[in-house]
């Protein structure tokens, strides 16, 4: 991939990342609210050695730092613990002293750290300095030689630094936690962008379509969300200077000169599954084939779910399947729309859609329909639920297949270009619909 790839990934995934990033500000900052703050007092010793006869400076030193992890383990002991709470006014027993003295040390250095932290903060400065006078006086205690002239201890400890209470909180600390769940937020967002690009096996764009279907893309139908809101009209209806329209002009004139030598008189108007605009596209189509001066008939091939009556203001109650069975004849069923395009409906559900779309009193309608009309536009079922729009594209002279951007995904593709193909029907090509009006689409 080179770097504008990774930049379309990003601005693909950006909400993805936007998102997580919010959640986890959110799920910080409530953790810092229902945390119960907690207050340090700090205070540091320094180990000194006493003047033992015939050691060195340097047995000193390493003796003082080898008495860091003894005096450690001194300060969070329980017999210090039992000397604070005997001397100071806490009221807190020995194992809860225990639990708020927190010790770092260094063995670079003869420092000891302590941390004394509590909740309430008048209680962890009390602790402190009880532990300033404690802490040396066991230690003197404990390093005082049993035998010898000498009463020098091996080591005391003096106070460095005494203790001092801090202004805010240790616990929580709401900046931190926030600076910490933007990081967090962002590598995790990061994390799940990549996780749902990889994933998403959806057809972004019309070279990956072209790929995917080893067809050609005739033209990109931009979204025209007016349309539907437009009075006296349906969806496939958009303003003569909209990008949509301008797009259907386009597909319009690739039709036409798709194949000199084999002229397309009956057109299949075909998707991989439902919710592709194939409807909308079938119509919009229609019209601008009738507005060029051309007799249009355009057929609701969709048994099971027709929409073009409803789209068009006509009635569906008869028409194809009405004309199939024999019920009634082709002109009786016909409704005009508007000049030089008309609409044969769906008419009443059968129940053997296929079987009848297949029939041989299909084959003769077709034919009878070449011969009275400029072009036939077959709203076709879509090819990967049913069989219904395989038998409808095996029986035109050609068929378009209608790809919804950022929605059909590629296995559909190559499934409804595979079962066009299993019938020997002539692919003119695919549409792309639904793409967004600010990404860029040309076709090829």
Same mark, same amino acid.
């Not at 047995?59 to 001194?74: D, I, P, W």
């Not at 203790?163 to 933007?182: F, I, Q, T």
């Not at 859609?353 to 072009?375: I, K, T, V, W, Y």
């Given at each position: 991939?080179?770097?504008?790839?990774?930049?379309?990934?990003?601005?693909?995934?950006?909400?993805? %990342?936007?998102?997580?990033?919010?959640?986890?500000?959110?799920?910080?900052?409530?953790?810092?609210?229902?945390?119960?703050?907690?207050?340090?007092?700090? %205070?540091?010793?320094?180990?000194?050695?006493?003047?033992?006869?015939?050691?060195?400076?340097?047995?000193?030193?390493?003796?003082?730092?080898?008495?860091?992890?003894?005096?450690?383990?001194?300060?969070?002991? *329980?017999?210090?613990?039992?000397?604070?709470?005997?001397?100071? &006014?806490? =009221?807190?027993?020995?194992?809860?002293? !225990?639990?708020?003295?927190?010790?770092?040390?260094?063995? $670079?250095?003869?420092?000891?750290?302590?941390?004394?932290? =509590?909740?309430?903060?008048?209680?962890? !400065?009390?602790?402190?300095? *009880?532990?300033?006078?404690?802490?040396?006086?066991?230690?003197?205690?404990?390093?005082?030689?049993?035998?010898?002239?000498?009463?020098?201890?091996?080591?005391?400890?003096?106070?460095?630094?005494?203790?001092?209470?801090?202004?805010?909180?240790?616990?929580?600390?709401?900046?931190?936690?926030?600076?910490?769940?933007?990081?967090?937020?962002?590598?995790?967002?990061? $994390?799940?962008?990549?996780?749902?690009?990889?994933?998403?096996?959806?057809?972004?764009?019309?070279?990956?379509?072209?790929?995917?279907? $080893?067809?050609?893309?005739?033209?990109?139908?931009?979204?025209?969300?007016?349309?539907?809101?437009?009075?006296?009209?349906?969806?496939?209806?958009? &303003?003569? =200077?909209?990008?949509?329209?301008?797009?259907?002009?386009?597909?319009?004139?690739?039709?036409?000169?798709?194949?000199?030598?084999?002229?397309?008189?009956?057109?299949?108007?075909?998707?991989? %599954?439902?919710?592709?605009?194939?409807?909308?596209?079938?119509?919009?189509?229609?019209?601008?084939?009738?507005?060029?001066?051309?007799?249009?008939?355009?057929?609701?091939?969709?048994?099971?779910?027709?929409?073009?009556?409803?789209?068009?203001?006509?009635?569906?109650?008869?028409?194809?399947?009405?004309?199939?069975?024999?019920?009634?004849?082709?002109?009786?069923?016909?409704?005009?729309?508007?000049?030089?395009?008309?609409?044969?409906?769906?008419?009443?559900?059968?129940?053997?859609?296929?079987?009848?779309?297949?029939?041989?009193?299909?084959?003769?309608?077709?034919?009878?329909?070449?011969?009275?009309?400029?072009?036939?536009?077959?709203?076709?079922?879509?090819?990967?639920?049913?069989?219904?729009?395989?038998?409808?594209?095996?029986?035109?002279?050609?068929?378009?297949?209608?790809?919804?951007?950022?929605?059909?995904?590629?296995?559909?593709?190559?499934?409804?270009?595979?079962?066009?193909?299993?019938?020997?029907?002539?692919?003119?090509?695919?549409?792309?619909?639904?793409?967004?009006?600010?990404?860029?689409?040309?076709?090829?």
């Amino acid at each position: 991939m080179e770097l504008r790839d990774y930049l379309r990934v990003a601005r693909r995934q950006w909400w993805v %990342v936007a998102l997580t990033v919010v959640a986890a500000m959110g799920v910080a900052t409530a953790y810092s609210k229902s945390t119960t703050p907690l207050y340090a007092s700090t %205070v540091q010793f320094f180990i000194a050695t006493g003047n033992v006869e015939g050691s060195s400076a340097l047995e000193g030193s390493m003796f003082a730092t080898n008495r860091l992890k003894t005096y450690e383990a001194v300060l969070t002991g *329980e017999r210090l613990a039992k000397l604070i709470a005997v001397n100071d &006014d806490t =009221d807190l027993t020995p194992a809860e002293i !225990q639990e708020r003295i927190k010790v770092v040390t260094d063995s $670079a250095t003869v420092l000891i750290d302590v941390t004394v932290e =509590d909740v309430v903060p008048e209680r962890a !400065q009390l602790i402190a300095e *009880e532990l300033t006078v404690q802490f040396p006086a066991l230690v003197k205690k404990l390093e005082m030689p049993d035998t010898g002239a000498t009463k020098t201890p091996a080591a005391m400890i003096e106070i460095m630094v005494p203790p001092k209470l801090g202004d805010n909180p240790v616990v929580p600390r709401p900046m931190h936690n926030l600076a910490l769940s933007v990081a967090m937020g962002l590598l995790l967002g990061t $994390a799940l962008g990549v996780v749902r690009e990889i994933a998403d096996t959806s057809v972004r764009t019309p070279a990956k379509l072209r790929q995917v279907a $080893a067809a050609p893309v005739l033209a990109c139908i931009p979204v025209d969300r007016k349309a539907a809101r437009r009075r006296g009209g349906g969806p496939f209806l958009s &303003d003569r =200077d909209s990008k949509r329209a301008e797009a259907l002009r386009q597909l319009r004139t690739n039709v036409q000169y798709a194949n000199p030598d084999r002229p397309v008189k009956t057109l299949a108007v075909t998707s991989a %599954v439902h919710g592709e605009g194939r409807s909308a596209t079938a119509c919009g189509l229609a019209i601008l084939f009738a507005e060029a001066g051309q007799q249009v008939l355009i057929v609701d091939a969709e048994l099971r779910r027709p929409r073009l009556a409803a789209f068009l203001g006509r009635e569906g109650s008869a028409g194809l399947t009405t004309v199939l069975v024999g019920a009634a004849s082709l002109d009786q069923v016909l409704q005009p729309w508007g000049a030089g395009l008309w609409l044969l409906s769906s008419g009443h559900p059968p129940p053997n859609p296929s079987e009848l779309l297949g029939s041989q009193r299909m084959g003769d309608l077709l034919d009878e329909l070449r011969a009275r009309f400029d072009l036939v536009i077959l709203d076709s079922p879509p090819l990967l639920p049913v069989a219904d729009g395989a038998v409808v594209a095996a029986r035109v002279d050609g068929a378009l297949l209608l790809v919804r951007s950022r929605k059909t995904t590629s296995a559909q593709v190559t499934g409804a270009v595979r079962a066009l193909k299993q019938v020997d029907a002539r692919l003119l090509g695919c549409v792309f619909t639904m793409v967004k009006s600010r990404q860029a689409c040309y076709a090829a």
